[in-house]
Every structure is written in C-alpha cells, then in structure tokens.
C-alpha cells in the first residue's frame, strides 16, 4: 500500500505554499494559519473527510458522540496543516532553540538501557504526531539513526527530505514493497549490529509480512517486520511517540520495550503475536489519547 496524503496537497503546495508560509510567519502565530488551511481542505475535500471521519469512529468504538467525532475529524486536518509547516523549517530545530518546539521529553532512560546492551535499537511508532521531529530528537542525544522509509516517487520531495535527515547525520534506508531483494534488511541488520538506532513506521501495511490482530476491536492486518527484525538481531523494540500537545508545542516519549525474546519453549509465531499484541496496545493508547494526529487520509479499515 502507498502512502496516501491528501490528494490536494500536491507539490505545489507541499513545497512551496507550506514552505512559503512556515518562513513567513513566527511559529507562535502559524496556528491561525494552519486553521484555516486545514479548514479549508476540510471542506473541500469530502472523500477524504469521510475516510478520515471513518477512521475516527473506529478509534472510538462507539464511545463518542457525533459533534465529538466531527469535532476530531476537523481537527485533524488542522493539525496536519501544523506539520507541515513545522517539517518544512524542521532544519532549523538545534539544541539550543529546542525548547521553543519541545515542551518535554520522557523515557530516555530506556534509550540508554537499550543502547548498553550492544545490540542497536529498533523505535517504532504510527503515523501520529511528528514522527520526523523524533528523528531530530534522537539525533541531538548523539545516537546514529537510520530510517526505514519507502522510496518517494516524487524526486523534488524525496530530495528535501534527504537533504534535511542529512544534514542531521540522519540514513535513509529504502524500502521497495515489489522488490524482494532483502538490501534493506541486512542494511538495517548491519546498523544493529554496529549499535545503531532503526526507526520505523508500524502501523501501515507497506509489504506483504503481516498477521492479523485486534486493534480498536477490529481485525486488522499490521506488518510484522519489526519482529522479525527484532528476532533476528536480539535488539530491543522501542515504541516511541513524539504528539503536539495543547501548548503547540511536541512531547517526545519513549516507552518500555516490547520483548521479542526468543524463548526456547515458545514457537517463532507465538512470540511474534505476544511481542506485536503489546505494541499495538501501545498504539492505541496514544492513538485513543491524541485522535487527531494521526495521519492516515484514506480508509484505514476498509470493507
């Protein structure tokens, strides 16, 4: 599955309009900004609304009302709009401006714990909040990150993209979902095994190694690649999770590893669905917690 953004938010204005602006304006007043872009694509985009919409009420299962559930729906595309601005000038985040775009950070003891085993680190979180600010985040604490990504079709995003992770020592590493050649992993083996930092996005089904687990009461397939990583290297699993919070400003959480040991008196799938049923109640608790950020624009569950 390709990821799927808004289908109005072309190139024109991801790289230019959102770049424009996010220069023009001081961050502290962006927010009316963003309101009104995401307001406006709110609008205009109806499809897109429904899906989004739809993906809210499954996160509620029928717990919130449906001014609540609009009210989310909105909101998301707002703070989408607030992204983009922030990724557009995330070049200028440095550890002595930090302060103006993170509120806190907590859990960097399970950094340190992991990173002392020797075995690298896998982070893995969903597409919520700002998954690239975690990059940045990680990068400043002096751990060597390499990113699983999919490649970009279009070549002037994916060169930004480079561009701003480069220039944080940040590695990119590739990952074609119709190329069964396995370069990405032993890439990312080989980062482990140098003691290395692999993050990933966990929530999307991008290739075909998947199983099929409750999440918010629904069977849904998720991709199993962070388990099978982790099985093959020892390294321990880090759900991370950076969220805007009510300040406009972003709150960087590491949480408890999720074990993918392997015990002699399990099977490989039993430890995989034990390993993968914790981290996705990881997932929800934050999904639940911040509904609108998290950027899927398009059907998750899908009929």
């Not at 970009?152 to 561009?163: A, C, L, V």
């Not at 290739?207 to 199993?224: A, H, L």
């Not at 608790?285 to 059907?299: A, G």
Request: glycine residues 6%.
């Amino acid at each position: 599955m390709k990821r799927k953004y808004p289908r109005a938010f072309n190139r024109f204005i991801y790289l230019f309009l959102f770049q424009f602006f996010s220069t023009l304006l001081p961050r502290s007043i962006q927010k009316f900004f963003s309101v009104i872009v995401g307001d406006l694509f709110y609008l205009l985009m109806p499809k897109t609304r429904g899906a989004v919409r739809k993906n809210v009420e499954g996160v509620s299962r029928g717990r919130w009302s449906k001014e609540k559930i609009e009210f989310i729906t909105r909101k998301t595309f707002q703070n989408y709009g607030q992204y983009l601005l922030d990724y557009m000038v995330m070049h200028r985040l440095q550890p002595s401006n930090k302060h103006q775009w993170v509120e806190e950070e907590v859990g960097d003891h399970y950094m340190i714990e992991a990173l002392q085993r020797g075995k690298g680190v896998i982070c893995v979180t969903p597409h919520l909040g700002n998954w690239e600010m975690g990059g940045l985040l990680f990068s400043f604490r002096g751990g060597k990150l390499n990113v699983l990504t999919l490649d970009e079709p279009d070549q002037d995003t994916k060169s930004f993209r480079e561009e701003m992770r480069r220039r944080r020592g940040i590695r990119n590493i590739y990952i074609d979902p119709k190329d069964p050649s396995p370069m990405a992993a032993i890439d990312a083996v080989r980062a482990l095994k140098e003691n290395q930092i692999v993050a990933m996005l966990g929530d999307r089904v991008e290739t075909q190694k998947t199983m099929v687990f409750e999440f918010f009461g629904r069977k849904t397939p998720f991709p199993i690649g962070v388990a099978i990583l982790a099985l093959a290297t020892g390294a321990p699993v880090l759900p991370v999770f950076v969220v805007m919070e009510n300040s406009r400003k972003y709150k960087g959480i590491i949480e408890a590893p999720v074990s993918f040991e392997d015990n002699s008196r399990e099977d490989r799938e039993t430890i995989i669905r034990k390993g993968m049923t914790e981290l996705i109640k990881k997932f929800e608790t934050y999904i639940e917690k911040y509904p609108d950020q998290w950027y899927n624009f398009f059907s998750y569950w899908k009929p």
